[in-house]
């Protein structure tokens, strides 16, 4: 079950904040999802005196599992899959392994009223596409390879050049602009290199045609994961109870106002707990908080120019609209792209397909993903508006009919996804240095932590380096912790990696 309102899990509410540890303090781990848990965890499991803090009232961070009338779903979803080995073991020393099933990955594209194979197998694409259009689709491929667009800077012309105008509108274009915000013109080619390497669509098409069973080279490409059987937060519900039982203090519903420090470290925390304010005694910081938030917070505040670095990093808000249908509405998927320009919805999920036991018995609960800006109309709906969009959304793709939706539920995640805009790499490394110089005890880990697009494996990881350089003094590179090569999009890109995006307040802060 969550740990929301599970005050075993941090003490009676009438404990002062601040533990009775000796020699400066505790280890302070700020944040509680796969970073700060996976740093609590070894440091208790290591007799470390650790006390962490989180200003939501449960655990997991996005890899939650929102529970809700007795149904269970994510917030994005999330594969249990990594090459990290050290992470692997972890996962399997916190849950039994009768918790952690072995799930099949089956995942497609919609558009147009039809379904395609994702990862994008060109073959499978052109069949789908019918003999006219395919043919068209291979004649603009052709004609963008001879007359390649001038402008490969764009995401829109890097990817058109190599897999041609009409591919790339038709399984790049509107996804990616709904994950983001901001039209493909805008977001830089980086990205696409990353996500997308060098492939065109013939490299496509010999992937397509080469042997896949049991691929694991690209994570994209995995046919099966791990999966927790009650949703991704049962793995960390059970971190934090562990972590518990070996001593760990984890104070929910706990926000850190102020990070005072003096003489190059940061000596301790003031934070707030139901309106009552502590303060907690720290030998050094584990912090999975934002950056941006992480920056803000320090006393005596940092110089204009490290500030304002911190107030220039953006993110993605992540709104997610349960509906509950009868099984027949269900489908094998884990997940549907929405390449539809028509409609706001990004993403649906069948939360059964992840794991029966998400969902009730003769019912299925699809999760409807939308993308947005924290000042959008679309953030500050209602949960009825939310329903109601969602409801009339999956009808107009043909998923359902509006009268088979028999209840609804919304869960909002700010700060879902740490935004690349033009320049962001120049305000981290402003911040980064003004760390290294006056908080030497702080160690930014996770997504949000390092304002990186880490997946949750890679988030574990960071903190598991940030934990070993506090016990044995090795010295880490944890920025250098990030998705390596292998695990790029070989195929095609749904835009779950972060591009690179001008800066346009308007898009960030004006309302849509």
């Known amino acids: 079950m969550p740990?929301?309102?599970?005050?075993?899990?941090?003490?009676?509410?009438?404990?002062?904040?601040?533990?009775?540890?000796?020699?400066?303090?505790?280890?302070?781990?700020?944040g509680a999802g796969p970073a700060g848990l996976t740093a609590a965890y070894l440091l208790a499991k290591a007799d470390v005196p650790v006390t962490v803090v989180e200003a939501d009232g449960v655990v997991g961070g996005i890899s939650r599992t929102v529970e809700?009338?007795?149904?269970?779903?994510?917030?994005?979803?999330?594969?249990?899959?990594?090459?990290v080995a050290a992470v692997e073991a972890l996962?399997?020393?916190?849950?039994?392994?009768?918790?952690?099933?072995?799930?099949?990955?089956?995942?497609?594209?919609?558009?147009?009223?039809?379904?395609?194979?994702?990862?994008?197998?060109?073959?499978?694409?052109l069949r789908s596409?019918?003999?006219?259009?395919?043919?068209?689709?291979?004649?603009?491929?052709?004609?963008?390879?001879?007359?390649?667009?001038?402008?490969?800077?764009?995401?829109?012309?890097?990817?058109?050049?190599?897999?041609?105008?009409?591919?790339?509108?038709?399984?790049?274009?509107?996804?990616?602009?709904?994950?983001?915000?901001v039209p493909a013109t805008e977001i830089k080619a980086d990205w696409a290199a990353q996500r997308i390497k060098n492939l065109s669509l013939l490299g496509a098409v010999?992937?397509?045609?080469?042997?896949?069973?049991?691929?694991?080279?690209?994570?994209?490409?995995?046919?099966?994961?791990?999966?927790?059987?009650?949703?991704?937060?049962?793995?960390?519900?059970?971190?934090?109870?562990?972590?518990?039982?070996?001593?760990?203090?984890?104070?929910?519903?706990?926000?850190?106002v102020r990070l005072v420090h003096e003489r190059g470290r940061v000596v301790y925390a003031e934070v707030d707990q139901g309106g009552r304010r502590s303060r907690i005694e720290a030998r050094d910081v584990i912090s999975s908080m934002p950056l941006s938030e992480l920056v803000l917070a320090m006393d005596p505040p940092p110089p204009p120019e490290v500030r304002e670095a911190a107030v220039d990093l953006h993110y993605r808000a992540h709104i997610t609209v349960a509906l509950v249908v009868g099984s027949e509405r269900g489908f094998p998927d884990n997940w549907i792209y929405v390449h539809a320009p028509e409609v706001r919805l990004g993403r649906v999920q069948n939360f059964g397909s992840w794991s029966p036991d998400m969902v009730k018995e003769g019912k299925a609960c699809l999760g409807l993903e939308y993308f947005v800006h924290e000042t959008d109309r679309l953030w500050k709906a209602s949960d009825d508006e939310l329903i109601a969009l969602g409801t009339h959304e999956l009808a107009i793709i043909g998923l359902a009919r509006e009268g088979d939706v028999e209840a609804g539920y919304v869960a909002r995640m700010p700060k879902a996804y740490p935004v690349y805009d033009e320049g962001y790499d120049t305000h981290i490394a402003t911040i980064r240095k003004w760390l290294e110089d006056n908080a030497t005890n702080v160690q930014p880990?996770?997504?949000?932590?390092?304002?990186?697009?880490?997946?949750?494996?890679?988030?574990?990881?960071?903190?598991?380096?940030?934990?070993?350089?506090?016990?044995?003094?090795?010295?880490?590179?944890?920025?250098?912790?990030?998705?390596?090569?292998?695990?790029?999009?070989?195929?095609?890109s749904t835009g779950r990696d972060a591009p690179v995006i001008p800066v346009h307040p308007s898009r960030l802060t004006g309302d849509r």
């Open 445 to 492: 880990v996770g997504r949000n932590g390092m304002h990186k697009y880490n997946n949750q494996d890679h988030s574990a990881y960071t903190a598991m380096l940030a934990v070993d350089s506090i016990i044995t003094g090795n010295e880490h590179d944890i920025w250098s912790v990030n998705v390596d090569d292998e695990y790029a999009e070989e195929v095609s």
């Open 206 to 256: 010999l992937n397509a045609v080469s042997p896949r069973r049991n691929q694991t080279k690209v994570t994209s490409l995995i046919e099966q994961f791990h999966y927790p059987r009650l949703g991704p937060g049962m793995m960390w519900e059970e971190a934090a109870r562990k972590a518990s039982s070996l001593g760990a203090r984890i104070l929910l519903d706990t926000r850190v």
């Open 68 to 83: 809700r009338d007795g149904w269970r779903f994510d917030i994005g979803g999330h594969r249990f899959f990594t090459k």
């Open 3 to 30: 740990l929301k309102g599970d005050r075993a899990a941090e003490g009676s509410s009438d404990r002062p904040v601040t533990p009775p540890h000796e020699h400066g303090g505790t280890e302070l781990v700020i």
């Open 91 to 125: 996962w399997d020393e916190i849950l039994p392994t009768e918790d952690f099933l072995l799930r099949p990955r089956l995942s497609r594209i919609y558009y147009r009223g039809r379904f395609f194979d994702y990862p994008l197998r060109p073959v499978n694409a």
């Open 129 to 181: 596409l019918g003999v006219i259009e395919a043919a068209r689709c291979v004649a603009s491929y052709g004609w963008a390879r001879l007359h390649p667009p001038s402008d490969q800077d764009s995401f829109e012309g890097w990817t058109a050049a190599r897999f041609g105008w009409r591919l790339y509108n038709t399984f790049f274009k509107a996804y990616t602009e709904k994950v983001w915000g």
